[in-house]
């Protein structure tokens, strides 16, 4: 099994910056990666973007990718959300994932994922 804790979620002005992060425990040793998605009231989950442990290879919603950056820390098995420019369409409950390392990897399929914490809400004001 393995446990996510996000953290960093919170209210900002549109236009500011927060920065989300996500440590992992339990059997992570085996997962491809942790990835970002985040849900709406009303909408379904999306993703946000996603790193790979081993190379730290990047994967983004193009809507986020000038403005959003996803970055790792092996040693603290922490994987960190920076957002800028955040406006209020970027409001949301944002969740961390990671997979079970079984198979090719799918970044982007939220169904790929095993591992969910328990989301952190991001509310940017106008």
């Known amino acids: 099994q393995v446990q996510l804790v996000e953290s960093g979620g919170g209210l900002v002005q549109a236009g500011g910056s927060l920065r989300l992060s996500c440590t992992a425990s339990g059997h992570t040793f085996s997962s491809y990666g942790v990835g970002w998605f985040r849900q709406a009231p009303g909408t379904e989950r999306e993703f946000v973007a996603a790193i790979r442990w081993s190379d730290g290879s990047t994967y983004y919603k193009d809507s986020v990718k000038h403005r959003f950056t996803i970055s790792r820390d092996n040693a603290k098995s922490t994987v960190y959300l920076q957002m800028n420019s955040l406006n209020s369409g970027d409001t949301a409950v944002y969740y961390c994932?990671?997979?079970?390392?079984?198979?090719?990897?799918?970044?982007?399929?939220?169904?790929?994922?095993?591992?969910w914490g328990q989301g952190t809400q991001v509310t940017v004001s106008s």
């Open positions: 994932a990671t997979d079970r390392g079984m198979g090719a990897p799918k970044w982007y399929d939220r169904e790929w994922y095993a591992f």
